[in-house]
């Protein structure tokens, strides 16, 4: 097969990173005979400074004409002080939005080679972490009005959280889907106790449950839902939640899992046509000294195969490489653990195309 694959290495890290998951697909081509043609994209701090805006027009198309996205990471010091609507995040919230992806799909799966990364009681881990948030990515109150006033020299700062019906329940029919696929355990995450839109989220959650009668659904408000994550996160299967809320308790769910640089996530609309990188930022604090895990990223580029080229099979060869690797005992830095052979970003991404093979 051949796919056309849009590549945004960004800031900081973000070109170490991408360059190892480009490495791993080149591999995957060559094992499985596909091509994998790449478009570079310049987004974020690296195309204010070329273009004088965070996404040109141009770079947005190419996103949305090819067959998917890969993307490292944006931001850093340098653009703290521009205009809100030219920092480099926004580059990234306009091509969520131009895409069109909705739903982000983040894992927080803890690895048993890396249990003891985890800063939770070994108890608590040992009862298994392996859940998935489904987070609305394209509206609420990222997306909403944002604006300071200034009265008698007193400024006044108004953001508005929005959510339409509609918009509720697409995002709702994705985390019953998925739950379905799993172990059909839905927590619908939200604040209905305070806010209008969240009693909104679940009535509609509760509406769609009548069609997902398979499924068991169950409301959590937003507060205690980020402190069962630690508490007790073996209860969950499937969280469905709003975009701030999902912002918050995804970042949550990573650290418990270990480590940041080690998880994936997609981000889908209703076309094939998806949005896949890692979950956290470009790191400038260690940006070009090749120590950051590019595992993230080789994980997303592994879920792009799976869910918009429909390769599984070669998305499990890279998933089964990455366990290969941690179990030959390597870490980068921000895993690093004693008796462990410590290494950097790039020598990471050549031991994990060593260990690739063909799944058949
Ligand atoms: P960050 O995720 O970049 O870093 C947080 C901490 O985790 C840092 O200590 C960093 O060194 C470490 N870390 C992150 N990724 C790592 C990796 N792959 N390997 C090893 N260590 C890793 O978050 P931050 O410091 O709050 O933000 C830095 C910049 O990134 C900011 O400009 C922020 O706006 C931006 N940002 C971008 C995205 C994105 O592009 N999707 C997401 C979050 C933050």
């Not at 926004?90 to 080679?113: C, D, E, F, H, T």
């Not at 940006?287 to 080789?298: L, M, R």
């Amino acid at each position: 097969m051949t796919e056309n694959i849009a590549v945004i290495r960004g800031d900081g890290i973000g070109p170490e990173i991408v360059d190892q998951a480009i490495k791993v697909l080149d591999r995957i081509a060559e094992l499985y005979g596909h091509t994998f043609n790449y478009t570079d994209v310049d987004m974020g701090g690296c195309a204010i400074d070329k273009w004088g805006d965070p996404l040109p027009e141009d770079m947005l198309k190419k996103c949305v004409e090819s067959d998917s996205v890969l993307l490292g990471a944006v931001g850093g010091e340098k653009w703290n002080n521009v205009p809100g609507n030219m920092r480099p995040e926004k580059g990234l919230l306009r091509l969520r939005a131009g895409m069109g992806v909705y739903s982000n799909n983040r894992p927080a799966k803890i690895w048993p080679q890396l249990a003891d990364a985890s800063p939770l009681k070994k108890e608590i881990v040992d009862k298994g972490i392996d859940f998935i948030i489904v987070r609305e990515l394209i509206g609420g109150i990222y997306f909403g009005e944002h604006k300071t006033e200034y009265t008698n020299g007193k400024a006044r700062a108004v953001d508005i959280l929005t959510y339409s019906e509609e918009e509720i329940e697409r995002i709702g029919r994705i985390g019953f889907e998925t739950a379905r696929k799993r172990n059909k355990k839905l927590c619908s995450v939200e604040k209905s106790n305070v806010l209008d839109s969240s009693r909104l989220w679940k009535s509609v959650m509760h509406r769609l449950a009548n069609e997902y009668t398979d499924v068991e659904l169950s409301d959590m408000l937003v507060d205690n839902c980020a402190m069962q994550i630690v508490k007790n996160p073996s209860q969950f299967d499937v969280i469905v939640t709003e975009n701030m809320f999902g912002d918050i308790l995804s970042d949550e769910a990573s650290m418990i899992t270990g480590s940041i640089g080690m998880i994936p996530s997609s981000s889908l609309g209703a076309a094939s046509c998806g949005l896949y990188e890692p979950i956290h930022g470009s790191a400038p604090d260690i940006a070009g000294k090749d120590i950051a895990n590019p595992i993230g990223t080789i994980l997303s580029a592994a879920m792009m195969l799976r869910f918009s080229f429909d390769m599984p099979k070669e998305a499990d060869a890279i998933e089964n490489a990455v366990s290969a690797y941690l179990d030959e005992g390597y870490r980068t830095a921000d895993i690093m653990s004693a008796g462990k052979i410590q290494v950097g970003c790039s020598e990471c991404g050549s031991l994990i195309i060593k260990n690739l093979k063909r799944e058949e």
